[in-house]
């Protein structure tokens, strides 16, 4: 358990300073997706937790969005709680150089997201198309994995919209953290989940 613990934390080490460098680094830009609103749960794993917070998107453009905190629920094995609330917790920012990430940290296109990939030394980078034949839910994904070390990330994409919908971190094998959309709805009324 230990062992775990200490590979958690690394994790989130190694995210935090990743997620900075990229929120230092991405330009403005006028809209990457189409319009949507979004629900998506982000869970992280322990020894003995599993901790799980709900958030709620609602995304125009990079310059217009808006992210609200829905519910957090946490199951350490003596039982599970859970705090509801719809606090308004992220908004459209930017910075004097015009620089900021909207939404969630990994609300990122695929090109962005293999690039991030490529920085990093050592990772190897894969790309696919994951057919609607060959996808748990029957809908074409781009699922792209970056490996380094015992370190494994990969983020699935909606085939026709690029929209990310979810995001795994693992580490030699056992998963971290993961990002999963449980709803996203286009602003023409279209359901993509």
């Known amino acids: 358990m230990r062992r775990l ?7 989130l080490v190694a995210v935090l300073a990743g997620v900075t460098i990229f929120a230092i680094s991405y330009p403005v830009t ?5 319009a949507f609103e979004m629900t998506y749960e982000d869970t992280s794993f322990t020894a003995d937790t599993r901790h799980t917070v709900v958030y709620h998107l609602v995304y125009e453009n990079d310059r217009n969005w808006n992210q609200a905190w ?16 719809t ?13 900021h990430v909207p939404g969630p940290w990994w ?6 997201y293999i690039g ?3 920085l990093l030394s050592h990772a190897i980078v ?25 370190e494994q990330t990969e983020m699935r994409f909606d085939a026709a919209t690029g929209i990310p919908v979810r995001y795994e971190l693992r580490f030699w ?10 709803s996203l709805v286009l602003a023409n009324g279209r359901r993509i989940r």
């Open 173 to 182: 094998g056992e998963v971290v953290s993961r990002h999963t959309v449980t």
């Open 116 to 118: 991030r990939g490529q």
């Open 30 to 34: 006028s809209a990457r997706f189409p």
């Open 107 to 112: 609300l990122v296109d695929e090109q962005g």
């Open 126 to 150: 894969t790309s696919e198309k994951l057919g609607p034949d060959k996808s748990d839910d029957g809908r074409a994904y781009r699922v792209v994995t970056i490996t380094r070390a015992g």
């Open 70 to 85: 829905v519910s957090s629920t946490t199951d350490d094995g003596t039982g599970t709680r859970t705090t509801t609330n």
């Open 5 to 11: 613990a200490i590979i958690t934390t690394t994790a």
């Open 87 to 99: 606090e308004r917790i992220y908004g459209p920012s930017s910075s004097p150089s015009g620089y």
